[in-house]
């Protein structure tokens, strides 16, 4: 398995703000993902962290509200911009390890926004 | 996009009976995956499996994936109360980048 960290693990936040997240793991990864959960809902993909180039983001995401950084293989930050109501959620990092498939997650960054 | 349907979305049972849930699909996945989580964390990896017809085991419980490779099963014997908490089945996508997909969740109540 992976222990994966996450920073911080809760916030509140006033609208228009941004709030980084990091995630650090013990050990390199192939992969490194970010998801979202709203509340009382199931995982949402929000993007693949690729180390030293630009993130992959899903359909509905995009860089200018989540920025992500992925400098080496054990580390990576989500940052969620110009927040409102609408992006209080739990965000999960989750990492795979190159041939076993098998996906591990963070505990989680909870994200209130007044 | 693909999409897991899980059911049921949710289980009220009495301590020590048996659970089942199960996920369908109408696409085909790599690899099924089975998470729980409790309030406040992030979701545990409970098991993985990787082919076929494949059948294994960890503990009290046991999961399936489907021959057609559509859908996957998790069974949990004798149920206590630390098994509450919410179940999702995901499955890892064939084609393209391989993303995992989630179902919806499946959230168990144990009376004691």
Redo the contacts between chains.
């Keep these: 398995?992976a222990v994966?960290s996450q920073k911080p693990s809760r916030d509140i936040c006033q609208r228009g703000t941004s709030l980084t997240i990091q995630c650090q793991v013990d050990s390199q990864v192939t992969m490194m993902?970010w998801y979202r959960q709203q509340p009382g809902?199931?995982?949402?993909?929000i993007a693949?962290a690729n180390q030293g180039s630009e993130a992959?983001y899903e359909?509905g995401f995009v860089i200018d509200k989540f920025p992500i950084s992925r400098p080496n293989l054990t580390f990576s930050t989500l940052t969620v911009s110009n927040m409102s109501p609408e992006d209080s959620s739990i965000y999960?990092c989750?990492v795979r390890r190159g041939s076993?498939?098998?996906?591990?997650?963070?505990?989680?960054t909870?994200l209130t926004v007044l | 996009g693909q999409q897991l349907n899980q059911s049921p979305q949710s289980m009220f049972i009495q301590e020590g009976e048996d659970v089942s849930m199960n996920c369908t699909s109408s696409s085909i996945f790599n690899t099924w995956l089975w998470y729980k989580q409790d309030p406040g964390e992030g979701p545990v990896l409970l098991i993985a499996l990787y082919k076929a017809g494949e059948l294994t085991s960890n503990g009290r419980l046991t999961a399936q994936f489907g021959i057609t490779r559509k859908d996957s099963f998790l069974n949990i014997s004798a149920s206590i109360p630390s098994d509450v908490g919410i179940y999702f089945c995901a499955g890892l996508t064939v084609q393209g980048a391989q993303k995992l997909v989630f179902g919806q969740g499946t959230r168990l109540t144990i009376n004691p």
Aim: proline share 4%; aromatic share 14%; charged share 10%.
């Design positions: 398995s994966i993902f809902q199931s995982l949402t993909l693949t992959t359909s999960l989750s076993t498939d098998t996906q591990y997650f963070g505990p989680g909870r």
